[in-house]
């Protein structure tokens, strides 16, 4: 009985996830597809982007079954283009976006479309990470909720609503009001309309959606993970569970 209510908790925490996204994809038939690989060009002002797929969510991985993992993707005065640098975004223009660099392309389209149509629909964002973005030596947690007080004296304190798998599942028999630390490394970022700014922590306001990033061992607690201050908080961050 012990055994079977932890899968029950567990599959409750999982619709917490993903239970936004798809409702949302009922009510339109859209699905957020991401495709991520290498520039095979120089963008340019090209009205669309040659890329060598390596990776991609479960939607983008499912229509490249069978497929070249060489595609083209259209973009144009829709689509959004961010640079990330030492965990800060930047929006740019196109033509920043160089061969060989690490992108993440994502498209909006029904989910019954061919990859074909969903790379000729405009891709609404497209992330460039630069050539060699390092890679993270431990896993990530990452929980979501509206922020419950003031950040102040290196601590952030949310009502838990949403995260990734990992954060979920240590969130299990706690409560939903937990305390996340942040230290000078932290890097703030507020989102309006899809635009990032880099803020301080004093800017964020109470009923925010955040969204906190740390990494730390898999075999920690969570009070541990809390005790190890976050990489990345994000105010009203786009495109995460909720």
């Known amino acids: 009985m012990r055994r079977r209510l932890m899968y029950v908790a567990l599959a409750a925490f999982a619709l917490l996830a993903v239970g936004a996204s798809s ?3 009922a009510r339109g038939g859209q699905q957020t597809y991401i495709f991520n690989g290498r520039l095979l060009a120089d ?11 390596n990776g991609g969510n479960k939607p983008a991985l499912k229509k490249l079954v069978g497929q070249n993992d060489q595609q083209s993707f259209a973009v144009g ?3 959004q283009f961010l640079r990330w640098s030492h965990g800060v975004p930047t929006v740019v223009p196109e033509s920043n976006l160089v061969a060989d660099d690490v992108v993440s392309v994502q498209v909006r389209a029904p989910r019954d479309y061919s990859l074909a149509q969903i790379e000729s629909t405009q891709a609404f964002r497209v992330a460039d990470r630069g050539p060699s973005p390092g890679h993270a030596a431990k896993p990530l947690w990452l929980l979501i909720g509206s922020l419950n007080a003031p950040a102040a004296n290196g601590k952030v304190n949310i009502h838990v609503q949403s995260g990734n798998w ?6 299990l028999g706690q409560s939903l009001d937990e305390s996340f630390s942040y230290g000078n490394r932290t890097i703030f970022i507020l989102w309006r309309g899809g635009v990032p700014t880099v803020i301080s922590p004093s800017q964020l306001k109470v009923g925010d959606r955040i969204s906190i990033r740390v990494r ?5 607690s ?3 993970a ?7 908080i994000g105010d009203h961050e786009p495109n995460t569970p909720s």
Do not use: C, F, W
Request: proline residues 5%.
């Open 23 to 25: 409702t949302l994809a």
């Open 43 to 53: 963008a340019g002002n090209s009205s669309s982007l040659y890329v060598d797929i």
């Open 77 to 79: 005065s829709g689509t």
């Open 166 to 171: 990992l954060g979920l599942r240590k969130m």
């Open 216 to 220: 730390a061992p898999r075999s920690y």
């Open 222 to 224: 969570l009070q541990q």
């Open 226 to 232: 809390e005790q190890v201050p976050a990489n990345h």
